[in-house]
């Protein structure tokens, strides 16, 4: 929200006009438009915040790196056979759901498991349907994809009392094994860096001067601290100005998003220069209002998603359609970790502890591709599991 502004005393000299006045317009200028390699800062004057500046610019380029070698698991216990997974999805309408989703199918191929997807739709009722099924089939480790395992608390226990593991993703906050509750692993990357990287992106692409508008989904307690630490990142840049705290239900964004991106571009106008969503398929939904309103695909508002790094993510970010950048989750990688996760439970092993790198994709750096996973990953999973 924007932070009320001390009244100016009545005897002020032209020349104290003056410099507030250019102050003023160039806050409200934002950022020009975007060049071939994605939008650039401003540059009408000093930025906002010199130090947050000069550390989230650091920040963004080794983040925007490619290339890297692999830097997770290269050893593990050889692949157990005869397995049957089966994946709980939040809603396989979450394109990283359905992501993870696919590279645990492709994973579960190459180690000679059985894979069952259960949608649960979004609701919290066909979430705790979707659980009591999987628990019924009796599987040998059951994926908790992309929702709060304690909205299935009851499933959850049976799951613990029969013995099957769970694997979650973005089930709870933080990266690793979680006893409250129990779940053998939870793989994601670190909620509190992805936050970080997005606001900084902003920052360091704005050159500290930019009018924000956040989309949550205060309903996932996961995305509601990702949004919540990236509120207080933007907050560290006085130059920063978060216009807006959008609530919009993942399930709902289809019907909702172009609605009220319409209504903001109305009461905002040209002091929106930014948006950061908690997920990449608002800008999806958001596109048509966009274009609508006149908007030029390649911003301003420059749009970032801190997750999930979907295809369709890519195609918008490549094509410079009101997307600029993602904070991808990989998660093809994140499938075949989730399968390399169970095989060390199988075996009586523990979590390997492995964590994605953290990563920026923008038109410059993607080179055309769809996904992004750290280099190196299938052909490591394989030697493991080839003992």
């Known amino acids: 929200?924007?932070?009320?502004?001390?009244?100016?005393?009545?005897?002020?000299?032209?020349?104290?006009?003056?410099?507030?006045?250019?102050?003023?317009?160039?806050?409200?200028?934002?950022?020009?438009?975007?060049?071939?390699?994605?939008?650039?800062a401003s540059?009408?004057?000093?930025?906002?915040?010199?130090?947050?500046?000069?550390?989230?610019?650091?920040?963004?380029?080794?983040?925007?790196r490619t290339g890297t070698a692999w830097n997770g698991p290269t050893s593990g216990p050889a692949a157990v056979s005869g397995k049957t997974i089966v994946y709980v999805a939040q809603t396989m309408t979450n394109p990283g759901v359905a992501g993870v989703a696919n590279g645990v199918r492709d994973a579960a191929r190459v180690i000679g498991w059985n894979?069952?997807?259960?949608?649960?739709?979004?609701?919290?009722?066909?979430?705790?349907?979707?659980?009591?099924?999987?628990?019924?089939?009796?599987?040998?480790?059951?994926?908790?994809?992309?929702?709060d395992p304690g909205?299935?608390?009851?499933?959850?226990?049976?799951?613990?009392?029969?013995?099957?593991?769970l694997v979650g993703w973005h089930a709870v906050a933080s990266p690793?094994?979680?006893?409250?509750?129990?779940?053998?692993?939870?793989?994601?990357?670190?909620?509190?860096d992805v936050a970080r990287i997005s606001a900084q992106w902003i920052i360091s692409l704005s050159n500290g001067r930019a009018g924000v508008v956040l989309i949550t989904d205060a309903s996932i307690p996961f995305a509601r601290q990702k949004s919540e630490l990236i509120r207080k990142e933007l907050a560290t840049c006085a130059g920063v100005r978060l216009l807006a705290y959008e609530n919009i239900p993942i399930p709902d964004a289809s019907s909702r998003t172009p609605r009220e991106i319409s209504t903001l571009l109305s009461r905002f106008q040209s002091r929106w220069t930014y948006s950061v969503a908690i997920n990449d398929l608002?800008?999806?939904?958001?596109?048509?209002?966009?274009?609508?309103?006149?908007?030029?695909?390649?911003?301003?508002?420059?749009n970032i998603g801190a997750g999930d790094g979907d295809p369709s993510a890519f195609q918008r970010i490549n094509t410079r359609q009101y997307q600029a950048a993602t904070v991808p989750e990989p998660l093809s990688q994140q499938g075949w970790?989730?399968?390399?996760?169970?095989?060390?439970?199988?075996?009586?092993?523990?979590?390997?502890?492995?964590?994605?790198?953290?990563?920026?994709?923008?038109?410059?750096?993607?080179?055309?591709?769809?996904?992004?996973?750290?280099?190196?990953?299938r052909e490591a999973y394989r030697r493991i599991w080839g003992g």
């Open 1 to 40: 929200m924007h932070r009320n502004r001390k009244a100016a005393p009545r005897a002020v000299t032209a020349r104290s006009v003056a410099i507030a006045l250019l102050v003023a317009a160039t806050a409200l200028t934002g950022c020009e438009r975007g060049s071939s390699n994605g939008p650039t």
């Open 43 to 64: 540059t009408n004057g000093p930025g906002g915040c010199p130090a947050a500046q000069a550390g989230a610019r650091a920040a963004v380029a080794r983040a925007e």
């Open 115 to 147: 894979v069952r997807v259960i949608d649960g739709g979004g609701s919290p009722a066909g979430i705790q349907a979707a659980m009591s099924e999987a628990v019924a089939l009796r599987p040998s480790g059951i994926v908790i994809g992309g929702f």
């Open 151 to 165: 909205s299935t608390s009851q499933q959850v226990a049976q799951a613990n009392a029969a013995g099957i593991p």
């Open 176 to 192: 690793g094994p979680s006893r409250r509750p129990e779940l053998f692993t939870n793989v994601t990357t670190r909620v509190e």
């Open 282 to 302: 608002y800008f999806a939904d958001a596109a048509p209002a966009f274009r609508a309103a006149g908007k030029q695909g390649a911003g301003p508002p420059f």
């Open 337 to 377: 970790q989730i399968v390399d996760e169970f095989n060390r439970a199988f075996s009586a092993r523990p979590a390997s502890g492995y964590i994605a790198p953290i990563h920026v994709s923008t038109a410059a750096n993607s080179a055309g591709a769809t996904t992004w996973d750290p280099p190196g990953y």
